[in-house]
């Protein structure tokens, strides 16, 4: 079992930032990699952001390279937030997978309860 608890959500103007933070607790030596997505009201939940638990590798949409970034340290896996659009407003989830890092939902089997994030324009 894994825990995961998010925060760091709010409400920021547009083009300010944000960092999240999402604590993991639990059977963290079995993980491979912790994932950030996110799920816009009436919107499907879509991937973010991607990283090996014990580093190299990481992944990041295209809709947000170059203004997200994922970072970990110790169990904490962090998204920082720049250049925020209106568009990235949604409540932001974290999530693990055992045995890959990838974009696809269903691989992840343990997820937090969500932060939210607000950008006005």
């Known amino acids: 079992q894994v825990q995961l608890v998010e925060s760091g959500g709010g409400l920021v103007q547009t083009g300010g930032s944000l960092r999240l933070s999402c604590a993991a607790s639990?059977?963290?030596?079995?993980?491979?990699?912790m994932a950030w997505f996110r799920q816009a009201p009436g919107k499907e939940r879509e991937f973010v952001a991607a990283?090996?638990?014990?580093?190299?590798s990481t992944d990041v949409a295209d809709s947000v390279e170059g203004r997200f970034t994922i970072s970990r340290t110790m169990n904490t896996v962090y998204l920082q937030m720049n250049n925020l659009k209106p568009e990235d407003t949604a409540v932001y989830y974290c999530?693990?997978?055992?045995?890959?890092?990838?974009?696809?939902?269903?691989?992840?089997?343990?997820w937090g309860q969500g932060t939210r994030v607000t950008v006005s324009s």
């Open positions: 999530a693990t997978d055992r045995e890959r890092l990838s974009r696809r939902r269903d691989g992840y089997d343990y």
């Open positions: 639990g059977r963290t030596s079995a993980l491979f990699a």
């Open positions: 990283a090996r638990w014990k580093g190299g």
